[in-house]
């Protein structure tokens, strides 16, 4: 393994038990040869350390053990010792043949209030993990994470209060090769501990299966307990997203019936690709999460020596870790005279765009596919309209008309989900 550069900020007085060592891990090419068992970049825990760990460029080819170890396995004198950790920005990279691997790609096992974000999993067996015998979550988070092609890309065991905010987590393998979810929340058994995960919460995430892996794997009873699940968007494109309830498989209707997910929508994110995963159109299916997590991975963020590009979050409150940016700014861009109604499939409500001050359309109405009128307002000539969709519009396929007098209409098609 290459070494990194650790810097390590001491105090002028005397370190106490009790203490914080600062230490930042930043700007970093970690490669890591060993092909056996490998521990990794193993952060040291033998006293209260403050650590960030920030913008590193991790490869990896172990058939087991970590790429970054920044946590414990079991109880211990060291656990909590890197409570607080920052790991932001980072882009690991798993290149191993091995297909029985398990490598841990960001392990952080038995410390509390640690921030994951912004980071790019490539290829990693085992994603994110947060562990432990039942420690409680408070303050961390794990958010605006790219996840591809992992085994297992999130993995809660044994913690309580695991908060799971606007992530793209993407698969091309089959349940069959992982045996695992794109999230996995269960009890840690580990060594005679019988740890459920309660009261974990997935929100405004994007979950993307090319076969019928599981979405979310909650893989004991235990663990359902407080759990929450909502705004989020899946999508499998070998049919219906899949489930796991205390250990029983669900269809994605299945899942809602048990209260899971009522708000969230199946529908294709239409990434540029399956590399930068930036969907076709903002996807306003998400709920306000507050101003702690309001800052997203921007369009154009890339990964290396300097923090990924972010963008806030604006208007209604976005799905996935990639967000456009205000619509003010620019960042959804028409030709001059264009109209535009997104977000297609719409859910509540949608847009009218249009950037043609002479072309102020005054009403718009909305007809089902047998041509009734089903929902008509009028509208002000503004940059951006917004549209309610009333209870009465049910989801299917529906025509836009916007009229004027002296203009010509302008004619779209709708999809409304429910």
């Given at each position: ?271 540029n690709n399956f590399t930068d995963f930036v969907p ?18 921007a369009l154009d963020a890339v990964w290396g020596t ?13 799905t996935g870790a990639r967000i456009y940016g205000a ?92």
């Amino acid at each position: 393994m290459k070494n990194a550069l650790i810097l390590i900020l001491l105090s002028c007085s005397t370190v106490t038990l009790f203490s914080q060592v600062p230490l930042i891990i930043e700007g970093q090419e970690i490669v890591d040869t060993e092909t056996g068992i490998s521990n990794g970049y193993n952060i040291p825990r033998n006293q209260v350390t403050a650590l960030t760990f920030r913008n590193n460029t991790m490869t990896s080819v172990n058939s087991a053990g970590y790429i970054l170890q920044a946590g414990d396995e079991t109880p211990g004198l060291n656990n909590n010792h890197l409570d607080g950790a920052v790991i932001t920005g980072n882009m690991l990279t798993w290149n191993g043949t091995d297909g029985d691997s398990w490598t841990h790609a960001l392990f952080t096992g038995y410390n509390l209030g640690v921030i994951i974000k912004y980071n790019y999993l490539l290829n990693t067996p085992n994603g994110i993990q947060r562990k432990s015998d039942g420690m409680t979550e408070e303050s961390g988070v794990v958010a605006y994470n790219i996840i591809k092609n992992p085994k297992v890309g999130i993995v809660v065991k044994g913690m309580n209060g695991v908060r799971i905010y606007n992530n793209t987590l993407y698969t091309d393998k089959t349940q069959e090769q992982t045996g695992r979810g794109l999230i996995d929340v269960h009890t840690n058994l580990d060594n005679g501990l019988n740890a459920p995960s309660t009261g974990t919460k997935i929100f405004n995430n994007i979950f993307y299966a090319k076969y019928n892996t599981l979405c979310i794997n909650v893989m004991d009873q235990e663990s359902l307990t407080g759990f929450q699940s909502d705004y989020n968007v899946f999508y499998c494109e070998s049919g219906t997203p899949r489930f796991s309830a205390g250990g029983v498989s669900k269809t994605f209707a299945e899942w809602q019936d048990l209260g899971y997910d009522v708000h969230s929508v199946v529908i294709n994110p239409q990434f540029n690709n399956f590399t930068d995963f930036v969907p076709a159109t903002r996807l306003d299916y998400g709920t306000d999460l507050g101003e702690d997590f309001a800052e997203g991975l921007a369009l154009d963020a890339v990964w290396g020596t300097i923090s990924p590009k972010t963008t806030r979050q604006n208007g209604t409150w976005q799905t996935g870790a990639r967000i456009y940016g205000a619509i003010a700014n620019d960042t959804i861009i028409l030709p001059q005279g264009e109209t535009k109604i997104y977000p297609n499939p719409a859910y509540g409500f949608f847009y009218v765009l249009t950037t043609d001050e002479d072309r102020a359309y005054s009403s718009l109405k909305i007809f089902d596919t047998h041509g009734r009128l089903v929902h008509s307002v009028p509208l002000g000539f503004n940059r951006i309209n917004t549209i309610d969709l009333p209870g009465n519009v049910g989801p299917g396929m529906y025509t836009v008309l916007l009229e004027a007098n002296g203009l010509a209409p302008f004619q779209g098609k709708l999809v409304i989900l429910n």
